[in-house]
C-alpha cells in the first residue's frame, strides 16, 4: 500500500486510479474503464466525478482512517464486566447479551460481548468435534416426517429440591420445534405419556430416533416363539410404535441425536436461569 494525502490506498486501489486517470487524459473512455476495472459504467462515472471534486485520496473508503462505530468506550466494558461478574457469571454469552440488553439497555453484538469475555478469561471456546467422524445430516423435508426422542436426567431445581428429574423432549427433524415434559425417571410410562401428549398436539410422526435406553431398545434374545417367525425383540414401546405404524429408528451415538442433545444444552444453560 501506498500514502495519499494521509489515506494509505490498497493495490486494488492504485490500480483502479491508474486506469481512471487514463480516463481523465483521455486515453481511454469510460465505458472501456469500466470494464477493465470489471464494475458498472455508473459506478466509473461516479468514481471519475469524485476524483475530480476530491482528488485521488477519495478513491479509498469514505471511512477510511476513522473510528469504528462499533468499537465500544473503555467505560462501557468496564460496566459489561461488572454486570457480568456480579449477575451473570455462569452465563454463556448469547444468553449474557440478551440479559444485558433487556435488562440493563446495553447493545452490542454477542460476538463482541464474547471477545471481551475471552480477552479477560471469562469464557473459554469451545473445541469444534470432529466432523469426519460424525458428518452433518441433512434435515428432513417435511414436518413429522422423523422426530429425536431423548431423556435429559439434570437437576433442574438446582439447589430448590435436593432430586434429578428427566426431561423427556421431541424434536421435530426438518422444522425444530421441541416438545417437552418433565417427570421422575426416564421409562415405560414416562415415554408413552410424553408420546401421547406430543401426538394430541402434533399428530403422528412417521419416524421416531432415539437411543438404545432399554425403554427403546431390548438387549435380551428372542424367544423361541420368536425364532420360529424370524422376529426380533420387541420393547413395550417398539410394540406401541409398531400398533400405530411408526417407524422406529436407534442411534448408535449421542453425536447422532445432534439436534435434540443441542437442545438440552441450551435447556439446561437456559432454563434453569431463567425460572431460577
Known amino acids: 500500500m501506498e500514502k495519499d494525502k494521509g489515506i494509505m490506498l490498497k493495490k486494488d486501489e492504485l490500480e483502479k486510479l491508474r486506469i481512471l486517470h487514463m480516463v481523465l487524459d483521455k486515453k481511454i473512455n469510460q465505458r472501456a474503464a469500466s470494464r477493465m476495472m470489471g464494475i458498472s459504467y455508473r459506478q466509473t462515472k461516479r468514481l471519475v466525478k469524485r476524483i475530480k471534486s476530491h482528488g485521488d485520496q477519495s478513491i479509498a473508503h469514505a471511512n477510511r482512517g476513522k473510528p469504528s462505530l462499533r468499537t465500544i468506550s473503555p467505560a462501557l466494558e468496564v460496566q459489561i464486566l461488572t454486570l457480568y461478574k456480579t449477575n451473570y457469571g455462569d452465563f454463556g454469552p448469547t444468553l449474557a447479551n440478551e440479559k444485558l440488553q433487556e435488562l ?82 426416564e421409562g415405560v410410562f414416562p415415554i408413552l405419556d410424553s408420546f401421547q401428549e406430543f401426538v394430541k398436539r402434533y399428530g403422528i410422526p412417521q419416524s421416531v430416533y432415539l437411543d438404545r435406553h432399554s425403554t427403546y431398545k431390548t438387549t435380551r434374545q428372542p424367544s423361541i416363539d420368536e425364532q420360529l417367525v424370524d422376529a426380533s425383540p420387541l420393547t413395550q414401546f417398539e410394540m406401541v410404535m409398531k400398533q400405530i405404524g411408526v417407524t422406529v429408528i436407534h442411534a448408535r451415538s449421542p453425536q447422532a441425536k445432534g439436534r435434540v442433545e443441542r437442545s438440552f444444552q441450551t435447556f439446561q444453560d437456559r432454563l434453569v436461569k431463567e425460572t431460577g
Open 104 to 185: 440493563h439497555g446495553i447493545a452490542i453484538s454477542t460476538e463482541k460481548l464474547r471477545r471481551i469475555l475471552i480477552q479477560h478469561d471469562l469464557w473459554k471456546t469451545h473445541a469444534r468435534r470432529d466432523s469426519a467422524c460424525h458428518p452433518w445430516r441433512q434435515r428432513k423435508e417435511h414436518e413429522g416426517e422423523m422426530v429425536q426422542i431423548d431423556g435429559s436426567h439434570h437437576r433442574w431445581l438446582e439447589d430448590r429440591l435436593d432430586q434429578e428429574f428427566c426431561l423427556i423432549a421431541f424434536v421435530d427433524d426438518a422444522t425444530g420445534n421441541v416438545f417437552g415434559r418433565f417427570y421422575e425417571y
